[in-house]
Nanobody, 121 residues
Framework: QVQVVESGGGLVQPGGSLRLSCVASGTFRSINVMGWFRQAPGKQRELVATITERGSTNYADSAKGRFTISRDNAKNTVYLQMNSLKPEDTAVYYC???????????????WGQGTQVTVSS
């Protein structure tokens, strides 16, 4: 069983910064992609950024230039550095991991419980 746990959310003023972390634990052969998604009240969950095992990144337009995703493969951890935060960034941020286990050759998918990010003065 693989699980991911997020941390680092909180309340920040507009223009401020936060760093989210997500640690994957369990038994797996590889974690192919780790990423961050967010869901604001009344809206659908949306992509923020993803990063592959080799470090290739993908960002939503809303995140480009302000957010940076990074990954420490040795620690099975993904980070999201968020700068110049805006009130519209307020949402629950979810970590997602796509992984492969030793006993199942196809990719699996797991979500974290989410961490609240609130941008307000």
């Amino acid at each position: 069983q693989v699980q991911v746990v997020e941390s680092g959310g909180g309340l920040v003023q507009p223009g401020g910064s936060l760093r989210l972390s997500c640690v994957a634990s369990g038994t797996f052969r590889s974690i192919n992609v780790m990423g961050w998604f967010r869901q604001a009240p009344g809206k659908q969950r949306e992509l923020v950024a993803t990063i592959t095992e080799r470090g290739s990144t993908n960002y939503a337009d809303s995140a480009k230039g302000r957010f940076t995703i990074s990954r420490d493969n040795a620690k099975n951890t993904v980070y999201l550095q968020m700068n110049s935060l805006k009130p519209e960034d307020t949402a629950v941020y979810y970590c997602n991991s796509r992984f492969v286990t030793w006993d199942f050759p196809y990719e699996n998918n797991v979500w974290g419980q989410g961490t609240q990010v609130t941008v307000s003065s």
